[in-house]
């Protein structure tokens, strides 16, 4: 049996782990419903119902909160696609299962997809934060590239890496024009659709430039 002390530091910790995850939640849903520029640390605390002091003991800025939400975002994306990619043997099926595991990853998740769209657009300005984001997508990709190397016919980790960055790119780039467009329900009905034209347009990249690296 645990002592006092331990069981009290447990809860300590649990209510700490509860607070961090309502952090984390309201600031996605405000940075999907407002944009990552025009919500603020204010608004994050006021729905979250905790002061900002208490934000402050979590997150050192709205910059590093946003960094840890894309880690976060990021790391249930990659365990998605390894549980598809895990039941398909190797070839180009792999390709297939890790599109059709994006896809609906950001269909059941679309504050996710609208998320990691303005992140793309911050990564690109010359701010503080960017290298910060760009470290933590990069290392997404590099995963997803060791993921659908083994679709591929021949070893070239620099090829599977081209692919992935498409991968990545296309996929929430198809899918937030459609939801922003079309709405949320009317992307969902089109998935199959949307399945079909990524691995239609991905495919042929399992083999271009073969034997050029």
């Known amino acids: 049996m645990g002592t006092t002390a331990e069981a009290s530091l447990s809860r300590v910790e649990r209510r700490k782990a509860r607070t961090n995850k309502r952090l984390l939640e309201v600031a996605r849903r405000l940075f999907s419903e407002k944009g990552i520029y025009w919500a603020k640390i204010?608004?994050?605390?006021?729905?979250?119902?905790?002061?900002?002091?208490?934000?402050?003991?979590?997150?050192?800025?709205?910059?590093?909160?946003i960094c840890a939400l894309l880690k976060e975002g990021l790391d249930k994306l990659t365990a998605k696609t390894e549980e598809a990619v895990q039941l398909v043997a190797v070839g180009p099926k792999i390709l297939s299962a890790?599109?059709?595991?994006?896809?609906?990853?950001?269909?059941?998740?679309?504050?996710?997809?609208?998320?990691?769209?303005?992140?793309?657009?911050l990564m690109q300005l010359q701010v503080g934060v960017a290298n910060d984001l760009l470290a933590i997508y990069n290392a997404h990709l590099d995963r997803l590239a060791e993921?659908?190397?083994p679709a591929m016919s021949v070893d070239q980790l620099g090829?599977?890496?081209?692919?992935?960055?498409?991968?990545?790119?296309?996929?929430?780039?198809?899918?937030?024009?459609?939801?922003?467009?079309?709405?949320?329900?009317?992307?969902?009905?089109?998935r199959q659709y949307f399945v079909n034209i990524l691995d239609q347009s991905l495919q042929p990249l399992l083999k271009a430039g073969k034997g050029s690296r």
């Open 147 to 149: 993921l659908i190397k």
């Open 159 to 190: 090829r599977a890496q081209d692919v992935a960055r498409a991968m990545a790119a296309y996929t929430s780039g198809v899918l937030t024009y459609d939801v922003l467009f079309e709405g949320q329900e009317a992307t969902e009905r089109r």
């Open 42 to 65: 204010e608004d994050i605390t006021e729905l979250a119902d905790q002061g900002k002091g208490t934000f402050y003991k979590y997150f050192d800025s709205k910059e590093a909160i």
């Open 98 to 121: 890790a599109i059709e595991a994006r896809v609906d990853f950001f269909l059941n998740c679309p504050e996710y997809l609208l998320f990691f769209h303005q992140v793309r657009g």
